[in-house]
C-alpha cells in the first residue's frame, strides 16, 4: 500500500495567528505562556487538518515560532557565545534575540537571516565557532512527536540533516568549511537518533538539502560519512533522505547509495528524474514521491500524478511507495476556501496547501484503490486541467504579438553610461555624494487600517485617496526638513512591492489571505500570475506626479522591476518563466515611459530578487541571467539619456552576479551592505563597477539608531573603493518596518554624515 505523507504545513496558521501571537509577545502584551499555548494550537490544527486529509505520515518538528534553521542550530547546541549572555534569562529571550537582537538586558544583534535555497522564506544562519561543542537540546522537539503521536500514530519527524545545518551557517573567523565540524556533531545525532527510537517512531525525514547544489567532494563524503556512521544508530527507524527545490541529477546515485531506507524525489522541479531513479533504488529501498507542488498555487493534474505513481508502484511494489508534495508546504498559503472573491475560474484552477493534502490523499487513494475509486475527484480535476490549458485568458494575442516584436535596440539606452551621466548631473544638479532612501517609509498601523479601511467600504476612493495624499505630503515635508537631496513619495499606498502591481497589471488575481511566511512574523501575499501580463493603464504615475509637485526637488518614481515580480509571485507554470517576465518587463517599460513623460527625472526599478531567482545549479546560471537582465533592460532602457535610472537589491550576496549587475546598465544602484560592513562593495571595487552606487550605510532591519560618525567611517571605506563622484548615500533597504522616530533620527545622521565627508573631501 502507497502512503500518504507530507514533508511540511505552513506554520503561520490558516488566519496568521502565529504573526499575531508572536507580535504581541514581543510587544509585551502577552506572556510566554499564551504565546507557547497559542502556537501549540497552531500545530495541532495543523496536524488535525493533515490527519483528517488522509495524510498518514504527518510532519512534526517543521513548526517554528521563528525559523527551523535556528531551531535545529539551538537544538544541537549551537548558540553562539555572545548569546549565552546570562541576561538572557529564558529560552525564550535568548531564542529570540537571536532570531531579532535586543536591546533589553542585553544589547545583541540579530543573527544574520539569508533566504532559504530559492525562495523567498529567509533563515537564520548558525554561526559556528572552531571550538564549537555541541550537546543535544531536544526536549521540546520530543514532546512535540509525542503530541504528534496522539493526532497520528505514524507522524513523522523531520531533521534537517548535519550536513546541510552545518553548511547553511558560517564558522565564524575560519576560512575551513563548517564541515570541520561534522566529526564533534554526529554524537549528538546519534543521541538525537536513541531519543526517536525510545518515542516510537517508525519513519524520519531525514532532509539534507544540500543535494541540490552542486556538490563538492568534500560534501559529498561528508554525506556518506555522517550516514554511514549513524546507521549503527537507527534502529527500528527508517530514513527518508529528502532534498527539494531541484532535481537531484549527479548527486542522484549517491542518494541511493546511502543507508536511507527512502529517497525523495521532487518530481515537479524535474519530472524525469522518476526513469533514473529506478535504475538505481536498491531492493530494498522505497521511493518518495514528490508530485504535488509544494511552492506554487496551481492543482496537480492529477491523472498525470496517478500515472507516475503507478509506474513507480509498478517498478518497485506500491508498498515502497510514499507520495508527497515536491517540498514542503511551507512556501504555498493555508486554505483556497478562504478566497471568496477570487474569479470562479482561475480558483477553480487553484490548490493551496489543504487542497493539495486532498491531492496527496487523492494519488494514494488511486494507487492503493485503482482509479475507479477516485473517478469522480479525477474527472473534476481534468475538467479544471482543460479549461486552464484552453481558456483564451492565458492567451492574449496582443501581448504575444507585442513580445514577438521586441528587437535587441528594446533593450538598450540611447548613449553610454558616460554620456547619460553629464546630461543627468546637468538635470538634476546634485551635490557629491547626494543623499537618498530607498523608496518606503513606515507602513504604520493607521496607514494599514486606512486600507483596510477602504477595502471594507468604511473609506470612500476619494477619502483614501485624500489620506494617502496627505501621508504622502507629510513624508515629503520630513525628507525636505531632513535635507534629503532626491526624495521618495513613500510608498503608503502600497501593500506589498509586489502585490500593488499585480493588482493592477491583467493576468493577475490577488487573494485575501494566501499568506506565505516571508521571515519570522512578517508575511506575504503573492499574487497569482496565471495568464498573459498587460498594463491598461498608469499605475503609479498619478501618485508620482502629485508627490513631484509638491517640492522642487526631484522626486524618483518608485517601481518593481519584472524579475522580482516574477520571483515574488505565484507564477503560471504553463510556459517558460523568461516569457512571463518578458510580457511583465513591457508592461514596467510603459509605466518608466509614462512616469518619465509626466516629468519624472529619476525612476528606480527595484530587483531585490534577481540573486534569489538565480537557479541552484550554476550550469543553468547563464540562461537565466541572460533573460532576466535582458528583461531588466527592456523594462529601463525606453527613457531619455536625462533620465536617470536607479536600481535597488537586497537580501543577497551580489559579488557572484556581479558582471550581470553591471549588465543591467542602471545609472544608479543601491545596494545592503552595512551589514557586513561595506565588505560587499569590496566585490563591486574589484570588479569595477562601471556607474554608480549607493551602498546601504545602515541596516533598516533593526530599530537601532546608527551614529553620524560610524557612518561617516562606511562613507570613507565606500571612497577608498568607489570613486567618490560615483557614490551616493542610503540606507540598505525600505524604511516600511520602521517606525517614524528612529527613522527621522537615523536620517538625520545619514545627511550628516554625508554634510561631514563632503566637508573633508572640499
Ligand atoms: C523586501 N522584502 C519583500 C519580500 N517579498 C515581498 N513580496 N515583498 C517584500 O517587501 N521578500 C524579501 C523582503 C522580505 N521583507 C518583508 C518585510 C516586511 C513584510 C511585511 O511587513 N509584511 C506585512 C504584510 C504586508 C501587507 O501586505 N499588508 C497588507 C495587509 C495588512 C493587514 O494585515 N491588515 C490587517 C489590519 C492591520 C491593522 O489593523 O494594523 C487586516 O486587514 O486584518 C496591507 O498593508 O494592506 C506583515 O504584516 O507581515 C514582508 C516581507
Ligand atoms: N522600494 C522598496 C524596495 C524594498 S526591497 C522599499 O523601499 O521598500
Ligand atoms: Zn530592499
Not at 516571508?518 to 501618485?543: A, H, N, W
Request: with cysteine; charged share 25%; glycine share 6%.
Amino acid at each position: 500500500m502507497a502512503i500518504a505523507t507530507n514533508l511540511g504545513f505552513p506554520r503561520i496558521g490558516g488566519k496568521r495567528e502565529l504573526k499575531w501571537l508572536l507580535e504581541k509577545y514581543w510587544s509585551g502584551k502577552i506572556g510566554a505562556e499564551a504565546l507557547l499555548e497559542g502556537a501549540a494550537a497552531v500545530r495541532e490544527q495543523n496536524w488535525q487538518w493533515q490527519a483528517e486529509a488522509g495524510i498518514t505520515q504527518i510532519p512534526v518538528g517543521d513548526f517554528s515560532l521563528y525559523d527551523h534553521v535556528l531551531d535545529w542550530a539551538i537544538r544541537v547546541g549551537g548558540v553562539p557565545a555572545a548569546y549565552q549572555n546570562g541576561k538572557l534569562v529564558s529560552h525564550l529571550d535568548r531564542y529570540f534575540a537571536m532570531a531579532r537582537g535586543t536591546q533589553k538586558g542585553a544589547d545583541l544583534p540579530a543573527m544574520e537571516m539569508t533566504k532559504w535555497f530559492n525562495t523567498n522564506y529567509h533563515y537564520i544562519v548558525p554561526e559556528w565557532s572552531a571550538d564549537q561543542a555541541f550537546h543535544l537540546d531536544a526536549a521540546p522537539f520530543l514532546e512535540e512527536i509525542t503530541a504528534a503521536q496522539a493526532v497520528s500514530p505514524d507522524a513523522r519527524p523531520v531533521v534537517l540533516g548535519p550536513v546541510s545545518l552545518l553548511l547553511l551557517g558560517k564558522l565564524k573567523g575560519a576560512s575551513e568549511s563548517p564541515l570541520v565540524l561534522l566529526d564533534r556533531l554526529l554524537p549528538v545525532y546519534q543521541e538525537l537518533l536513541a531519543k526517536l527510537n525510545e518515542a516510537g517512531c517508525a519513519w524520519v525525514q531525514w532532509d539534507e538539502p544540500v543535494l541540490a547544489w552542486d556538490l563538492d567532494e568534500a560534501t559529498r563524503t561528508a554525506l556518506k560519512h555522517s550516514l554511514a556512521h549513524l546507521s549503527d544508530h537507527f534502529g527500528n527507524l527508517k530514513l527518508v533522505l529528502t532534498s527539494y527545490f531541484e532535481s537531484l541529477r549527479e548527486n542522484l546515485p549517491l542518494a541511493f547509495e546511502l543507508p536511507v531506507a527512502a529517497v525523495h524525489l521532487d518530481l515537479v522541479a524535474e519530472p524525469g528524474q522518476l526513469e533514473e531513479a529506478l535504475q538505481h533504488v536498491r531492493a530494498e529501498q522505497s521511493l518518495s514521491l514528490g508530485l504535488v507542488d509544494g511552492r506554487n498555487v496551481w492543482r496537480t493534474d492529477l491523472n498525470r500524478a496517478v500515472a507516475f505513481a503507478e509506474t513507480a508502484a509498478k517498478a518497485v511494489g506500491s508498498e515502497r511507495v510514499l507520495i508527497g508534495p515536491s517540498c514542503s508546504l511551507l512556501h504555498s498559503p493555508v486554505d483556497l476556501e478562504a478566497e471568496t472573491a477570487i474569479d470562479a475560474e482561475v480558483k477553480s484552477w487553484l490548490a493551496f496547501s489543504r487542497q493539495k493534502l486532498a491531492e496527496i490523499a487523492t494519488i494514494v487513494r488511486a494507487v492503493n484503490e485503482g482509479r475507479d475509486a477516485v473517478a469522480n475527484a479525477l474527472h473534476q480535476n481534468a475538467e479544471a486541467i482543460h479549461t486552464r490549458r484552453t481558456s483564451r485568458r492565458t492567451h492574449n494575442p496582443v501581448v504575444r504579438d507585442r513580445a514577438a516584436a521586441v528587437l535587441p535596440e528594446h533593450r538598450r539606452r540611447g548613449t553610454e553610461y558616460g554620456t547619460r551621466q553629464s546630461s543627468q548631473k546637468k538635470r538634476l544638479k546634485l551635490p557629491l555624494l547626494p543623499t537618498t532612501t530607498i523608496g518606503s517609509f513606515p507602513q504604520t498601523s493607521q496607514v494599514r487600517q486606512a486600507r483596510s479601511q477602504f477595502r471594507k467600504g468604511e473609506l470612500t476612493d476619494a477619502e483614501y485617496q485624500r489620506y494617502l495624499e496627505q501621508e504622502t505630503e507629510t513624508c515629503i515635508r520630513r525628507q525636505e526638513a531632513l535635507g534629503l537631496d532626491v526624495l521618495v513619495h513613500g510608498e503608503f499606498e502600497r501593500n506589498d512591492m509586489v502585490e500593488y502591481f499585480g493588482e493592477q497589471l491583467e493576468g493577475f488575481v490577488v487573494s485575501k489571505a494566501g499568506w506565505v511566511q516571508s521571515y519570522g512574523s512578517r508575511c506575504v501575499k503573492p499574487p497569482i500570475l496565471f495568464g498573459d501580463v498587460q498594463r491598461t493603464e498608469p499605475m503609479t504615475v498619478p501618485m508620482a506626479k502629485y508627490a513631484q509637485s509638491l517640492t522642487d526637488r526631484p522626486v524618483k518614481g518608485m517601481l518593481t522591476g519584472p524579475v522580482t515580480i516574477l520571483c515574488w509571485s505565484f507564477v503560471r507554470d504553463d510556459q517558460p518563466r523568461r516569457e512571463t517576465c518578458e510580457q511583465i518587463a513591457l508592461a514596467i517599460r510603459d509605466e518608466t515611459t509614462d512616469l518619465e513623460a509626466a516629468g519624472i527625472g529619476v525612476i528606480q526599478i527595484d530587483e531585490p530578487a534577481l540573486r534569489e531567482g538565480l537557479p541552484l545549479r550554476k550550469g543553468d546560471q547563464p540562461d537565466y541571467l541572460a533573460w532576466a537582465v535582458g528583461a531588466f533592460r527592456l523594462a529601463s532602457s525606453g527613457v531619455r539619456d536625462e533620465t536617470q535610472i536607479h536600481t535597488h537589491m537586497c537580501y543577497c550576496e551580489f559579488n557572484e552576479i556581479l558582471p550581470s549587475i553591471a549588465c543591467l546598465d542602471a545609472d544608479v544602484i543601491s545596494i545592503e551592505t552595512s551589514r557586513s560592513q561595506m565588505e560587499l562593495l569590496d566585490g563591486f571595487g574589484e570588479f569595477d563597477y562601471p556607474n554608480e552606487i549607493g551602498p546601504g550605510v545602515y541596516d533598516i532591519h533593526s530599530p537601532r539608531v546608527p551614529s553620524t560618525q560610524e557612518m561617516v567611517q562606511l562613507l570613507t571605506k565606500g571612497i577608498d573603493v568607489i570613486p567618490v563622484e560615483r557614490l551616493w548615500v542610503n540606507p540598505d533597504c525600505g524604511l516600511k518596518t520602521r517606525a517614524w522616530p528612529e527613522v527621522e533620527a537615523s536620517l538625520k545622521a545619514m545627511v550628516e554624515a554625508a554634510s561631514e565627508v563632503r566637508t573633508q573631501l572640499a
